[in-house]
């Protein structure tokens, strides 16, 4: 069996279209059960899981998808275990493809698959979508690098989790976290590039910048245990600062960009992001809350 578990909050209709996807899968073999576990919404999800049968509805009042994902695994019976968020949506092949992936080689225990933004007219892209559309969920090149992939398209098998262990909470990237412990274990993440998942664009400059507060915050507590940590962090800010002129060669050579436009729109972008997180940096360094911008999901 394989458990797929969604982490949600206040986001009842993207989970109906996520929800949706999963209905419609084509080609697994195995019986599959869904859990989700709500993360302190407003309003519970019911309605939106029972339009499927045998959804699982669980509540985790701990803030953070990783306590969110934890309660799921506790109550799944699969074997493999799922992991994708209330805001995406599974390719057809989503499920099909983790199970012949596992099926095909024993020794893998561990699944990162493609994630891409799904825009709202492919043919004409809005500045986020352009820019997240290159420098979001590289997950090839997080597995290939880091070791981790995202936990909104992960797949593991259940005796390597418990082995593992728990997702961290709200305070760290947990899934980075969780990946880079596996790896010092001796378990691999491979990238799996057919298994796919859709992720829309942020819709707004503050949504993506909460994002960067958050993971720029993590990355801060990290480094501080390292010598000369300072002076280090400055330094990548001000390599942050100058990325973008870097970026021109992906941004051209991309093959999720159409068009001049939409590559111009994607250079753009990542000039606004860059700046913005060299800001975000700076103000660490010289003395803002790392763990308040850490502990910021996407709570109210």
Request: aromatic fraction near 8%; proline fraction near 4%; hydrophobic fraction near 45%.
């Amino acid at each position: 069996m394989i458990s797929v578990i969604i982490p949600h909050l206040d986001q009842i209709e993207a989970l109906e279209c996520c929800l949706a996807s999963l209905r419609c899968q084509t080609g697994v073999t195995q019986q599959v059960e869904i859990i989700v576990v709500d993360n302190g919404s407003k309003a519970l999800p019911i309605e939106a899981c029972s339009s499927i049968a045998g959804v699982t509805l669980l509540s985790e009042p701990v803030p953070g998808p990783g306590p969110a994902r934890n309660l799921g695994v506790v109550h799944a019976t699969g074997e493999i275990l799922a992991f994708i968020d209330a805001d995406c949506t599974a390719h057809s092949g989503w499920l099909a493809e983790i199970e012949r992936c596992f099926s095909v080689d024993p020794d893998i225990s561990i699944l990162g698959g493609d994630v891409r933004i799904a825009c709202r007219d492919p043919q004409r892209l809005t500045l986020l979508e352009a820019y997240e559309s290159v420098f979001a969920y590289r997950m090839k090149e997080y597995i290939a690098k880091q070791g981790f992939t995202g936990t909104g398209n992960l797949a593991v098998r259940a005796e390597v989790f418990s082995v593992v262990g728990r997702f961290g909470g709200i305070e760290i990237a947990e899934d980075r976290d969780w990946g880079q412990r596996a790896l010092r274990l001796g378990y691999r993440t491979s990238y799996c590039p057919g298994m796919i998942v859709y992720h829309p664009a942020r819709k707004t400059f503050a949504e993506l910048a909460q994002k960067w507060q958050r993971h720029t915050a993590h990355d801060f507590e990290r480094i501080q245990s390292k010598r000369g940590w300072r002076m280090r962090w400055v330094l990548r800010s001000l390599a942050v600062a100058v990325s973008p002129i870097a970026e021109l060669f992906r941004i051209g050579r991309s093959e999720r960009l159409q068009g001049l436009r939409s590559r111009a729109l994607a250079f753009v972008g990542v000039i606004f992001i860059r700046c913005y997180r060299t800001w975000i940096m700076l103000a660490l360094a010289l003395g803002a809350n790392a763990p308040t911008w850490s502990a910021r999901w996407n709570r109210a």
